[in-house]
């Protein structure tokens, strides 16, 4: 396997740093192998990134069979749209190098918890609309597919406000950055097929922020497989002991059945790998 960093540079010319886990080929199993690719965004409310949802899910992903990337994009005080345009950078290098990092092309995923749901799901969004595509050819940073972990989506009644306060900075009470970065208001046909899941309890990002993103995507056609886990707190990553924190929050044993789902997805999505 292949881990390494790279610098990448969004269109106002900030940096964020990417961490590439890429499985190699090997002549016994096939040197032509291609293989879905999960970009990772973790959450922190823009305000931070949390290591939690970070190389732990990577690693996991690649037990799987998938490639893995770890975006730890801007957060504030850098300002929206820049670590949009880090992740369509992202996606951009990726398939540059689809090659030679043994990545299928057509099943990139862009993956992201809580803020780095919003990320995740805002690129989904906006890939082929004029915030990123003056910046990029839209057909080299469309993303295949979308996972979200009890995403922030929300910017009305639902809305985490300290993740919009971080985002816009001096435009976060401006009407219409709200109404676009809102982002169950944004869906179109255009969207990736999702999966999400969410926790009935959790009371920092409230379940409506995924349930109006559902509503959203089935309105406009668009696929999407939704799981709604009755227990349990915000930020839970994979719900084991590998990611909770010194105090033990973080184990809750009823969500960690959410990877193995999402690998099922995968497989179904893309059945050439499978």
Do not use: C
């Not at 540079?9 to 590439?20: F, S, Y």
């Not at 995403?151 to 985490?160: E, L, R, Y």
């Not at 219409?176 to 982002?183: A, G, N, R, W």
């Amino acid at each position: 396997m292949q881990v390494f960093d790279k610098v990448v540079t969004g269109a106002e010319g900030t940096q964020a740093r990417l961490t590439g886990y890429v499985i190699d080929n090997f002549e016994e199993m096939g040197l032509e192998r291609t293989r879905p690719t999960i970009v990772i965004l973790p959450g922190g409310g823009y305000e931070y990134l949390s290591d939690r949802e970070a190389e732990p899910v990577a690693l996991k992903m690649v037990g799987y069979g998938f490639n893995a990337f770890v975006l730890r994009y801007s957060v504030a005080p850098v300002r929206y749209p820049a670590a949009l345009t880090e992740v369509g950078e992202t996606i951009h290098i990726i398939r540059e190098h689809a090659r030679e990092w043994n990545v299928n092309p057509d099943a990139i995923i862009v993956a992201g918890f809580s803020a780095g749901g919003h990320l995740a799901a805002d690129l989904a969004t906006m890939w082929n609309r004029p915030v990123l595509a003056d910046h990029f050819d839209a057909a080299q940073i469309k993303p295949n597919g979308l996972l979200l972990g009890y995403p922030v989506i929300t910017s009305g009644t639902f809305a985490h406000r300290g993740s919009f306060d971080a985002l816009l900075g001096e435009r976060k009470a401006d009407p219409e950055v709200l109404e676009e970065v809102s982002l169950e208001k944004q869906v179109s046909a255009d969207n990736p097929p999702t999966f999400l899941w969410h926790t009935v309890t959790d009371d920092i990002v409230p379940i409506e922020n995924s349930t109006l993103f559902t509503l959203a995507l089935k309105e406009h056609g668009v696929s999407v497989e939704a799981h709604l886990y009755p227990k349990g707190g915000h930020g839970l990553s994979l719900g084991t002991a590998e990611t909770a924190i010194p105090n033990g929050y973080g184990v809750e044993p009823g969500i960690q059945s959410w990877p193995d789902l999402f690998r099922d997805w995968v497989l179904r999505q893309f059945p050439a790998f499978a």
